[in-house]
């Protein structure tokens, strides 16, 4: 119940309160604070967010309370019956007053080239609160900075020891980084290893810091925040589609901040999104279109490319390609369907990291929504490393995790996460059907004869925790399982466990708009091949959108051998020399955040965005060009002249799901390889947004293995070893660690070096 001005007859679980006259009903258990902000009534404050555990550190929310002998804290003080609050008596403004002469003793007088001038919570509190002349004449104190990584700045003489911060990662992201050092005057707040900032939220307390301590290290000096314009945007690294602000200066992006949303990202923000625009302004990004003649490219005119862009796809005709990345919006995927109909052929696809297409399985809406998580009960993660997947969803299972949840886990690598895991099981990549399998089983569930159970201990206590939670439980399909060689066992067994216990079934979405993209018939259509099939069965033309074809497909040596005897028609916003190898005509493109486009989150939620950047060049909106191409060639569907033109037209379906199953996989010799995505490499924009390449989490190509495959080959940590399937081969530093499942070996995708190797191969590794 909201503390509103009401008349007083409070229900039970309320109390009736009255602050600065007017009478109101608060609930039971809350702050002072709360009521006040509820009902509109101004308190200062540094310390309380109300995100935050309270702390009342601060001291600057101090409040007159009847009957209490001096000034309490709004932010600690629990509402009661009949209770009487003023903000603005001598006493209370007072206290305030003083509070913020302790504040300004040693805070440095820098506001003039302070990073945080003209956004700083301290700046404005003092206008209202501060002294006009300063009696403190003693030498200030000076905090010596840290270096907490590429992402965040320090400047610690300039903290107010409020506490936001390390409540932040202790709290929040579960990390407990930041801390408090030596007591009084001397505290200082810092990492204790001087390492830098692991969590994957770590641009949050630059958010939640009330003054220019802790800043935004990309954006340093760049702006003035009365320069920036902002732009309602969308992340689109993840399935979440967190909400944010883009911030421009004359069209330039220069910052990304958070957009409260409550059902999506609350008011945080992962350091993925956050960051990510400093890839936009990257050197071989497309400014113009590009023709290419023999092995020479030229720029060209939008008319001469449309036209050799018209001709090779009219001339392919049914054996025409047609590949989307899967952070492509609603209007560009609608587009680029009517476009192959209108070519008459069906082979159209955005599952490029698919490997088993066996049951025809989409993208599918979750059956627990994402804020559900902050109060699930039982978890079961399969194949799935959520923390860097979806690092906001993560934490909100953290949150359900200090709330007593049970979360379970069965996977090739032991992943780490914030919040404890009560069962796990640990295996090769192969066995991950068995072992999803063996829990359906100890449920009583009823499972396709192909996909046989391997026992294991945790099943019935897995099991049984699911069935107990009931319809408060659920079951996380993650990358590892999605684009599993035998992903449609995993789906199945998956369907059958939730089906016996009563929980819900939540797939990842293997891209920002994969829902969307499946809705708005990104899909193969008739005897059309899915994305695996066209690479396998080389046809004579493609469209490539978006897509970097070495990194984005599941087998980038497969796509490059395919993609190399084709007539290769590409839209997209940069020109690597690898996609400049394959392309003959290169359409330049706009990226999300410079355009105005709709993608569908994983709850099935449309999200628009506005055009935040300007485009670089003679680049444009992709569906401007897509416009213009299939009105050149006459087609029907393209008859609008405007956005809202466009999307008046959009009829979303959601395509249905199949039953069928892969068949069973062959037990070759040699070692499993692990493929997950990095959490920095996920795109082409990840890919050249360079603090996020330099931050810890972005490994670089290695090898990690148990200790045990490690010892009988003789690797050791730190050394170099030779990796190979009989297709590619590569060189790469070796990491051990048990967290590896036995008989695999763990290597991550997204890498010039691992890139021409088989994502579900057997490895032959020797030391170098």
Request: aromatic letters at 4%; glycine letters at 10%; charged letters at 20%.
């Amino acid at each position: 119940m909201s503390a509103q001005p009401t008349a007083p007859n409070a229900a039970p679980d309320v109390v009736n309160i009255e602050i600065n006259g007017v009478a109101m009903t608060a609930p039971k258990g809350s702050m002072i604070i709360q009521a006040a902000d509820k009902a509109g009534i101004p308190v200062p404050r540094f310390c309380y967010h109300e995100k935050l555990p309270i702390a009342a550190n601060c001291r600057m929310c101090l409040v007159d309370v009847e009957k209490m002998p001096k000034p309490a804290p709004a932010c600690a003080t629990p509402v009661m019956e009949g209770m009487k609050v003023t903000t603005q008596t001598k006493r209370a403004l007072d206290a305030q007053r003083n509070v913020m002469e302790f504040l300004l003793i040693n805070h440095p007088l820098d506001c003039p080239i302070c990073d945080q001038g003209g956004e700083c919570e301290l700046q404005d509190v003092s206008m209202g609160y501060g002294r006009s002349v300063s009696r403190y004449v003693d030498r200030k104190r000076v905090v010596a900075d840290e270096d907490l990584g590429p992402l965040v700045a320090t400047d610690m003489t300039r903290c107010i020891q409020c506490t936001r911060c390390i409540r932040f990662t202790a709290d929040v992201a579960g990390t407990f980084e930041l801390g408090g050092m030596n007591r009084g005057e001397h505290l200082q707040i810092g990492t204790y290893d001087g390492k830098p900032l692991m969590t994957e939220l770590s641009g949050n307390v630059i958010d939640v810091c009330p003054v220019g301590a802790l800043t935004n290290k990309v954006f340093r000096y760049r702006a003035r925040a009365w320069e920036l314009v902002a732009r309602e945007s969308l992340g689109y690294h993840d399935a979440l589609g967190s909400n944010l602000y883009l911030h421009a200066r004359r069209g330039d992006v220069l910052r990304t901040v958070p957009r409260d949303n409550e059902a999506v990202n609350e008011c945080w923000l992962s350091d993925r999104d956050r960051y990510s625009h400093q890839g936009l302004g990257a050197a071989d990004r497309v400014t113009r279109p590009l023709l290419r003649e023999g092995d020479a490219w030229r720029e060209a005119s939008w008319d001469e490319a449309l036209a050799q862009a018209a001709k090779l796809v009219k001339n392919a005709g049914e054996s025409l390609g047609v590949l989307a990345h899967p952070a492509t919006s609603n209007e560009e995927g609608a587009l680029l369907a009517s476009l192959a109909k209108g070519l008459g052929t069906g082979h159209v696809d955005h599952r490029l990291k698919a490997l088993d297409f066996a049951d025809a399985a989409f993208a599918e809406t979750f059956e627990l929504s994402a804020a559900a998580f902050d109060t699930v009960d039982a978890v079961l993660l399969v194949g799935c490393n959520l923390r860097h997947e979806l690092p906001l969803l993560h934490q909100r299972l953290h949150k359900a995790g200090k709330r007593g949840a049970k979360v379970f886990a069965i996977n090739p690598v032991d992943f780490e996460t914030t919040f404890a895991v009560a069962g796990k099981r640990i295996v090769a990549p192969s066995q991950l059907p068995g072992a999803l399998a063996a829990v359906a089983q100890a449920a009583g569930a009823s499972l396709p004869a192909a996909v046989a159970a391997q026992d294991h201990d945790g099943a019935k206590a897995m099991a049984e925790a699911l069935a107990k939670a009931g319809g408060n439980a659920v079951i996380v399909l993650g990358e590892l399982a999605e684009n599993h060689a035998q992903a449609s066992w995993l789906r199945a067994a998956a369907r059958a466990l939730a089906t016996a216990t009563g929980a819900k079934l939540n797939r990842i979405p293997q891209g920002a708009n994969a829902i969307g993209l499946a809705r708005h018939g990104v899909r193969p259509t008739g005897q059309g091949m899915h994305a695996g099939a066209m690479l396998a069965q080389p046809l004579t033309a493609y469209v490539l959108y978006g897509i970097e074809p070495q990194y984005d497909f599941a087998h980038g040596a497969q796509a490059l051998k395919a993609l190399a005897s084709a007539q290769v028609v590409v839209f997209a916003a940069y020109a690597s020399d690898e996609l400049k190898k394959l392309a003959h005509v290169i359409l330049p493109i706009g990226l999300l955040p410079e355009v105005e486009a709709t993608l569908t989150n994983l709850d099935g939620t449309d999200q628009a965005t506005q055009t935040g950047g300007k485009l670089p060049g003679e680049a444009r909106a992709g569906w401007r060009v897509l416009r213009a191409l299939g009105g050149q060639m006459g087609l029907p569907g393209f008859e609008f002249t405007d956005l809202h033109g466009l999307r008046a037209a959009l009829a979303p379906e959601a395509p249905g799901q199949g039953t069928g199953l892969a068949e069973a996989g062959k037990a070759d010799p040699g070692l499993e390889r692990i493929t997950s995505t990095p959490i920095y490499r996920g795109d082409a924009v990840l890919r050249r947004a360079a603090a996020l390449n330099a931050h810890p989490l972005t490994h670089g190509a290695r090898i990690v293995l148990h200790p045990e495959e490690a010892l009988s080959r003789g690797l050791s940590e730190g050394g170099m070893a030779k990796v190979g399937d009989g297709i590619g081969s590569a060189a790469l530093p070796v990491a051990i660690s048990a967290r590896v499942a036995k008989g695999a070996v763990w290597i991550e995708s997204g890498y010039e070096a691992t890139a021409p190797m088989s994502p579900t191969a057997r490895l032959a590794v020797v030391g170098a």
